[in-house]
């Protein structure tokens, strides 16, 4: 009974701490806040996690794996479809809430990290990178590697560059439908 307890305790503290950092970024983490946040002490949340940077790697782990999670099913899809389902990811964040991309806003202040964290970012990058290769392939058939690699890198930017810009305009939605707009008719995603 208490092992679930303290295991809810943990994903309670999870949960607070990935609002937090999609919402004021890592340099907002507090102990005592989170603590508070879920009705807890914060040296129970010391107990769970000795260190903000303890804290950081399961938070970037957390969000990276369930984020190629969704990604993976749209690799099924047509070209158009995935594309559009991707941008859909990053346009989620905003619906109702003006948050980002938690591996967005952690790669912000990266120097702030630990490099078990950095490493993990490092492979949420990766990850998308290869998502995208395999996409952009379905269209850009003699398009070799290397300029798959680099429209790849080149889309998961503009997604996370886009949440960025409209998260400083008050995460107003249209305003990143019109960016993903723009980066259409620029052909960016095609």
């Known amino acids: 009974m208490g092992r679930a307890a303290g295991t809810d305790t943990r994903e309670a503290i999870i949960a607070a ?17 989170l603590a508070s946040d ?10 769970h996690f000795p260190t903000k940077g303890d804290l ?17 099913p749209l690799t099924a899809l047509s070209f ?22 938690l591996a967005g806003m952690m790669s912000a202040e990266v120097s702030a990290l630990p490099k078990a ?3 993990r970012l490092e492979e949420f990058t990766e990850a998308h990178k290869a998502f995208l290769r395999t996409v952009l392939a379905k269209k850009h058939k003699r398009m070799i590697t290397d300029e798959l690699d680099a429209r790849a890198m080149a889309i998961f930017a503009a997604m996370e560059g886009a949440q960025l810009v409209v998260r400083g305009l008050g995460g107003n939605v249209a305003v990143f439908d019109g960016i993903i707009d723009s980066y259409r008719s620029a052909s960016l995603l095609s």
């Open 17 to 33: 701490a990935t609002v937090t950092v999609m919402t004021d970024g890592y340099n907002a983490l507090s102990f005592r806040d």
């Open 38 to 47: 879920v009705g807890i002490k914060s040296a129970s949340v010391h107990h």
């Open 56 to 72: 950081a790697e399961v938070l970037v782990g957390r969000f990276c794996e369930g984020f190629v999670e969704r990604m993976e």
């Open 80 to 101: 158009e479809e995935a594309i559009d389902g991707y941008v859909t990811l990053f346009r989620t964040a905003f619906v109702g809430r003006n948050r980002m991309c």
């Open 117 to 119: 964290a950095q490493q």
